[in-house]
């Protein structure tokens, strides 16, 4: 039997990875990174940051599913990603917000301060979010390492 070639997007680093790629590219877009109105960036934000919260549950449920995370873990992961479900909403009404105001020809100064504010915010929830899998993977690792060492050790004596 051949061994299957692995990619850099199979197995828990290739997933953080492409998760931290998209948090990178959420923020860069954010920041102004990329061409457009305050509108089409914050349409682009809200598309990365839906795909990252989408690959981030995945993640999560796949992860349980296959005993690598208990309930606990779980639940907190949750906590995190109904903040995120609220920023995002959140910054979907202003950006529906600020286009009625934009197609009704209303000054758009304030609109436009307070489109930043939200996209920033959900921008800091989706990290949150990715940070908190980055973190539980980390503890986990640490977990595995320490069982493994402390087998050894059992082993040896």
């Known amino acids: 039997m051949v061994p299957r070639r692995r990619t850099m997007f199979q197995g828990r ?8 790629m998209m948090l990178v590219m959420g923020m860069v877009m954010a920041c102004g990174g990329c061409a457009g109105t305050p509108l089409e960036k914050g349409y682009d934000v809200l598309n990365v940051s839906d795909t990252v919260y989408g690959a981030t549950m995945t993640y999560i449920g796949d992860q349980y599913k296959a005993g690598k995370l208990d309930e606990a873990d779980r639940d907190k992961v949750r906590v995190y990603a109904k903040k995120f479900k609220v920023a995002w909403k959140a910054a979907q009404a202003a950006l529906i917000t600020y286009k009625q105001m934009q197609d009704a020809g209303e000054d758009l100064t304030q609109q436009d301060a307070i489109l930043q504010t939200v996209i920033s915010s959900l921008l800091k929830a989706q990290t949150l979010l990715t940070e908190y899998v980055e973190i539980t993977e980390a503890a986990k690792a640490r977990e595995a390492a320490e069982a493994a060492k402390a087998e050894v050790k059992g082993g040896d004596g």
């Open 13 to 20: 680093k290739g997933v953080m990875a492409v998760m931290s």
